[in-house]
């Protein structure tokens, strides 16, 4: 919108996933406030899970949008796209733009997201990665076109590549640095079961492997040097908390807020991937768009609770995560604990599989491979609060379905 007011409501900045979720939700519970999404891309905000799981083999696909255009201009949400926040001046409750503009607020939501971590070797900007709309522009074409192609982690988005890739024809060889494929995300069990039905459908998958440097004969490692039309790398995200750090906010692994996502200053609220919210005893980041729309909502109700002197509620969520791998579909709810115990439920097929962690006794997560009905089952179970042990789930002919008709 054209006609930009300089004193607001409620300024966002940022317009993912958590920060679209916010200005929607303030909306609907408030339709006269004035509202300020401030986006760094041109595009319209768009949905970022499908860039590395369809659009990058894909030219054809559009964007998936949040939200029509016309929802932008039918509210007082005035979305800003293509520019950028360059200070955040708490005493005045101003940010500044890079084209000039000084938006003042009365309360502020950061959702700025995370961004790619670079390769931390020497020539770790010969490897390209996948982030952003514009990522995808530049790669797509340099994918369609490789025939042989390095991909460097062994994380989700690296996994999402590489099986996209092989199933484009491609050689892949995908490089990692842990015993197995998705090693901090996931059940040991499960990371082997992935990491076999990959190498099964012929990816090249290498483990233990530690990248030294890039050059132009490739990728330098402990097992040799890979050499391929493409480097790709996957190597995590960083959360994007410069101006949070710049306005003298409390940082911890990212934006530190409270349970009701307000940051060390009441008047600005933090949510999705840049936030380190209180999480079963510590302080944590969630990286999932379940988290960033689920913190965005409650925020977006606690904001106008705290406009209006009322009380807030607390964010107590049960995470959960997906990734899509070709013809695989990993579901995980709950968060991990590294001294959990794992069982593995009965299955019948190699390619369909369930492990359930066990922390002091208790669940604590479920990892589902082919299984929804599974997965949501155990994200009913877990949302319950319930002291759910190895014997209710064996008592139940491990049969977690049966088992919450149960218990509810």
Request: some cysteine; charged content about 15%.
């Amino acid at each position: 919108m054209t006609n930009r007011p300089t004193a607001l409501d409620v300024v966002i900045i940022g317009a993912g996933h958590a920060g679209v979720a916010a200005a929607a939700e303030l909306h609907k519970r408030d339709a006269n406030l004035s509202i300020c999404l401030i986006s760094n891309e041109q595009p319209l905000p768009y949905h970022r899970p499908p860039l590395s799981k369809k659009a990058l083999f894909d030219a054809n696909l559009p964007l998936e949008l949040l939200q029509a255009e016309r929802f932008y201009e039918a509210t007082n949400i005035h979305l800003q796209r293509g520019v950028t926040v360059t200070h955040i001046g708490r005493a005045q409750r101003q940010v500044k733009l890079n084209d000039g503009q000084l938006l003042t607020y009365t309360q502020l939501i950061i959702a700025t997201g995370s961004s790619l971590r670079p390769m931390p070797v020497v020539g770790g900007e010969r490897a390209v990665g996948v982030y952003n709309y514009a990522d995808i522009q530049h790669l797509g074409p340099k994918l369609q076109a490789a025939d042989n192609v390095v991909v460097i982690g062994g994380g989700f988005i690296g996994c999402e590549i590489a099986a996209g890739a092989l199933k484009l024809g491609k050689k892949v060889s995908l490089l990692v640095s842990g015993p197995r494929l998705l090693r901090k995300a996931i059940a040991p069990a499960m990371g082997v079961r992935v990491t076999q039905l990959h190498k099964n459908s012929g990816m090249h998958i290498h483990t233990d492997c530690h990248v030294s440097h890039l050059d132009d004969d490739g990728v330098h490692t402990n097992q040799g040097v890979f050499g391929g039309d493409l480097i790709i790398a996957g190597v995590g995200a960083s959360p994007n908390i410069q101006l949070a750090e710049q306005a003298g906010l409390t940082i911890d692994g990212g934006i530190v807020v409270n349970a009701f996502g307000q940051t060390s200053d009441a008047h600005i609220y933090a949510v999705g991937d840049v936030a380190s919210m209180p999480l079963q005893g510590k302080i944590q980041r969630l990286e999932s768009i379940q988290n960033a729309n689920d913190q965005a909502q409650l925020v977006a109700t606690n904001l106008l609770a705290h406009r209006h002197g009322e009380l807030a509620s607390a964010y107590n969520p049960v995470p959960w995560f997906w990734s899509d791998q070709a013809d695989l579909k990993l579901q995980m709810v709950g968060l991990r604990h590294a001294s959990a115990e794992q069982k593995t439920l009965a299955s019948d097929s190699d390619s369909r599989m369930t492990v359930v962690q066990f922390t002091n006794g208790v669940m604590t997560q479920v990892d589902t491979l082919n299984m929804p009905s599974n997965h949501l089952a155990a994200r009913k179970l877990l949302a319950m609060s319930l002291d759910i042990t190895w014997d209710m789930v064996q008592d139940h002919n491990q049969d977690l379905k049966q088992l919450f008709k149960k218990l509810r």
